[in-house]
Nanobody, 130 residues
Framework: QVQLIESGGGSVQAGSSLRLSCAAS????????????LGWFRQAPGKEREFVTS???????AYEYAVKGRFTISRDNPKNTIYLQMIGLKPEDTAVYYC????????????????????WGQGTQVTVSS
């Protein structure tokens, strides 16, 4: 099995920063965490879940245009953990943020495709007030 647990969400004022964490466990992923592609997606009330950012097994990254330059994804393979560092938060960033993992056949084709990530966390709430 694969288990992903997000943490680090909260309620902050616009312009603040937050760092989200996603810890992976379970025999399948724990034995080969460095081979997985991982990503962050978010879903705001009344909206579809959308791609935020992802990082490949090789360390390549991709970002949604709206967060480019403000959000940074990183991975710590020895800790089986990925992070999402968010700065300059805006009210429109308010959403539940989900961590996802998968073994993408082609990262450059599938980096933002949620259907290609079979493993998901429960989500962590981020609320940004103006």
């Amino acid at each position: 099995q694969v288990q992903l647990i997000e943490s680090g969400g909260g309620s902050v004022q616009a312009g603040s920063s937050l760092r989200l964490s996603c810890a992976a466990s379970g025999r399948t992923i724990a034995s080969s965490f460095s081979t997985y592609d991982l990503g962050w997606f978010r879903q705001a009330p009344g909206k579809e879940r959308e791609f935020v950012t992802s990082i490949s097994r090789a360390g390549d990254t991709a970002y949604e245009y709206a967060v480019k330059g403000r959000f940074t994804i990183s991975r710590d393979n020895p800790k089986n953990t990925i992070y999402l560092q968010m700065i300059g938060l805006k009210p429109e960033d308010t959403a539940v943020y989900y961590c996802a993992a998968g073994l993408l056949r082609n990262y450059y084709n599938d980096y933002g495709n949620s259907a290609k990530f079979p493993y998901w966390g429960q989500g962590t709430q981020v609320t940004v007030s103006s």
